[in-house]
């Protein structure tokens, strides 16, 4: 159903719910463990543990699959495995076949998956298969296939304006660098896991996943059924980061095993097989040319970037952010992608964006240096007007400069020194660094389904998703507050395929879309009510569980049990509004000056994203990305062992992240904005803006503190230690 919205609706304009920071209303069910996990779920009997098998080569084929001793393995129901299935066929947005063989298509592909009656049992029973592979050689080191990588697929994998060539060689003042960035696991806490049970022809399946009504799509294509006898139920997900946002092989294989079982079965990725058997963030190599003239005004602007993937696939598109950030009238952004055999890249927390700030947000202090300037001042005299390379058009909303100023000041900016090396706290090297952060507020389509019951109670259903990140919480809120009802007495129920189709959670458009979806089913409710009851609901105003038209009062209750649909859709705004979100990030770190050890000493990021729906939320969302981007910056590799073409560190105890004693203080602040052109709530994502900037602040941050410029991330010590200033 369309939605048509209140003519002059400022509803959210009265802010007495919405905006207000709101603990999650989910969390005393995860605090207190009655919040069930995809594997943690007992809705249904009879349920068996399955174990994924992952392929132990990175190409080539399987020779032949001994499964008679797992067969006979006590505990053992049922055997999937690669020689007895046909491949199973491509999913939407998946490169590789989820469950692989005879042919291999990356390291530790689903390659058979054993079912018992007992996790230990399944586990000991996949020892005993015995697999023998024909290997053949594939390619697994980007930096010898970049070179002769084409171009990515799409019209804008390639842009350019004014003539670059010539502007870049006349301009007085040039920076011409390098940067690369390692591939990137999610490491979410809950791993990918699916609980699959068939009645007939119809599957469910208890899962976590992002995306619900994709996964279902996904499902019925992969298996050769119609999607609409698939079930997808996912009301709480432990992280995803983009890793989830597609159906991965627990799904797969659980469903595959269950129908073979013919009981329901679990599966969880076992941890050790996650970094290679689902998704990852892509490496990428990034070359950053920028002219000026000598009072700052880039001139000309080239980024060109270079990833790889299977089948030549989508890469990670690094350039995003340039032609957003900043004015420049000569330029040049390129997106090549190389054929890898790695396992399949695809979406990580603000994908492309993320690792495109690392490189040029170090590219602009690197100028700023070369300058003479003060690098917040850099960012600031190369404003854009408009948006670079599109004057047909305007920026929706967009306060950058304020970002940048406000951060200044809050941080304390004026006590940096210019000068590399020259702040000293005892045995620590002092150094501050600075970066922008630009991230699109996209929306999608919502809907959701909204119910008033007999005693003025709302439950809202939609099958949105709430990935960590308080999506219950802000939904409650907003139909709280178009109903005009306290919180306490809305109910959320989120993640079923069998509810209206919403925008799910994916880059940082989750929030924005899904309380516009349930608005616009709110406001549907309300006239159905209005309607009942004999008053026009646009222009009657619900609160404390009355409504008011014009002398009138009645109790909500009044109206009885009634329910509406809504979905907010979108027009064609989007040709003639850039939707950014924009921060600007601060950092100090302390480098020992004997050790060359990096700490991070304080955080500082002032985002500009529209309403902030709750702020209490929002600010997790912020923090957590930072400290993503402080991983990105400092520790986090899939290290490529390129003769086998697998990722080595491929469980938590190699892959590194940070942890508390690595992230001392942090300050998120959001600037008040309203952003008229997104949604009636005025409402942009936050959840990615935070990964956009704040590694690249980091690695100023060193160079300030010890004119070290590392352009090879992560920045782990052995690549400066060398080069580190003496000191008494
Ligand atoms: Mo996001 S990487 O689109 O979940």
């Not at 005004?297 to 299977?310: D, M, P, R, V």
């Not at 600007?584 to 985002?607: K, N, P, Q, W």
């Not at 729906?613 to 490529?640: C, D, T």
């Amino acid at each position: 159903m369309k939605f048509e919205a209140p003519a002059g609706s400022n509803l959210f304009d009265r802010s007495q719910i919405v905006g207000k920071s709101t603990p999650r209303i989910d969390g005393p069910l995860k605090t207190t463990g009655q919040a069930p996990y995809a594997y943690e779920r007992h809705d249904m009997a009879n349920q068996a543990y399955g174990w994924v098998v992952g392929s132990a080569i990175a190409k080539g084929l399987i020779a032949s699959m001994d499964v008679s001793d797992a067969q006979s393995a006590p505990g053992v129901i049922a055997i999937v495995s690669a020689p007895d299935t046909k491949p199973v066929g491509k999913g939407i947005a998946n490169n590789a076949p989820l469950f692989g063989g005879p042919e291999i298509a990356h390291y530790h592909q689903a390659i058979a998956c054993v079912v018992a009656e007992t996790f230990e049992q399944a586990r000991y029973a996949a020892s005993l298969i015995r697999t023998t592979y024909d290997r053949s050689q594939g390619a697994f080191d980007l930096a010898k296939v970049a070179p002769d990588a084409p171009l990515a697929k799409g019209d804008d994998s390639k842009s350019t304006l004014g003539d670059f060539d010539a502007a870049f060689a006349a301009a007085p003042v040039k920076l011409d660098a390098r940067y690369t960035t390692p591939d990137e696991s999610h490491a979410m806490m809950e791993p990918h896991a699916t609980i699959a049970a068939w009645e007939g022809d119809k599957l469910t399946l208890l899962t976590s996943n992002q995306m619900v009504a994709w996964a279902k799509q996904s499902m019925g294509k992969i298996l050769g059924i119609d999607p609409a006898n698939v079930r997808i139920d996912s009301p709480f997900i432990g992280g995803g980061f983009g890793g989830k946002l597609f159906i991965r092989a627990d799904a797969v294989m659980a469903a595959l095993a269950a129908k073979k079982a013919g009981r329901p079965v679990k599966i969880a990725l076992q941890r050790p097989l996650i970094a290679n058997n689902t998704t990852h963030r892509h490496a990428t190599i990034q070359h950053i040319r920028i002219g000026a003239e000598k009072d700052g005004k880039i001139t000309a602007i080239s980024h060109e970037n270079w990833s790889g993937n299977q089948n030549g696939k989508n890469g990670e598109d690094a350039t995003l952010q340039t032609p957003k950030l900043y004015a420049g009238a000569n330029r040049l952004t390129a997106n090549y992608v190389a054929t890898l055999d790695l396992p399949e890249g695809n979406a990580m927390r603000a994908p492309g964006e993320a690792v495109g700030h690392l490189a040029l947000e170090v590219a602009m202090d690197e100028l700023a240096e070369k300058l003479g300037m003060d690098p917040v001042e850099l960012r600031i005299v190369n404003e854009p007007k408009m948006v670079p390379g599109s004057p047909e058009k305007k920026f929706s909303d967009r306060n950058l400069v304020r970002c940048l100023r406000e951060g200044a000041e809050r941080f304390g900016w004026s006590r940096r020194s210019k000068t590399p090396g020259s702040m000293r706290d005892g045995r620590w090297l002092i150094g501050m660094g600075v970066a922008a952060g630009y991230r699109a507020g996209p929306t999608e389509a919502s809907g959701a389904h909204v119910k008033l019951d007999a005693d003025g109670r709302i439950t809202v259903e939609t099958d949105m998703t709430d990935i960590g990140t308080g999506s219950y919480t802000i939904i409650a809120q907003t139909a709280a507050e178009t109903m005009g009802v306290s919180l306490d007495q809305v109910k959320v129920e989120l993640g079923d395929s069998r509810y209206p189709k919403s925008s799910g959670s994916g880059g940082q458009w989750g929030a924005a879309s899904s309380t516009a979806g349930v608005y616009a089913a709110c406001v549907n409710l309300r006239r159905a009510i209005g309607e009942k009851l004999g008053f026009d609901a646009d222009a009657a105003t619900f609160e404390d569980g009355s409504i008011r038209s014009g002398n009138r009062s009645y109790k909500l209750t009044e109206a009885g049990a009634l329910s509406a649909d809504g979905e907010m859709t979108y027009g064609d705004f989007k040709d003639d509004y850039d939707v950014g979100t924009y921060a600007g990030h601060f950092v100090e770190v302390g480098v020992d000056a004997y050790t060359g050890v990096t700490r991070i000493r304080r955080m500082l990021s002032v985002c500009d994203a529209g309403r902030i729906l709750n702020p209490l939320s929002a600010r997790s969302q912020v923090i957590g990305a930072m400290v993503m981007s402080a991983g990105a910056a400092l520790m986090e590799e899939l290290a490529v062992d390129p003769r086998f073409g697998f990722f080595v560190n491929h469980d938590l105890a190699g892959y590194e992240v940070p942890v508390h004693a690595d992230i001392p203080t942090q300050d998120v602040v959001f600037l008040d904005t309203l952003d008229d052109i997104v949604t009636p709530m005025k409402a942009k994502g936050v959840g990615e803006l935070g990964i956009c900037g704040p590694g690249s602040a980091i690695a100023n941050a060193i160079y300030n503190a010890t004119g070290i410029r590392i352009r090879d991330y992560p920045l782990t010590l052995e690549k400066y230690l060398s080069e580190m200033p003496a000191v008494a």
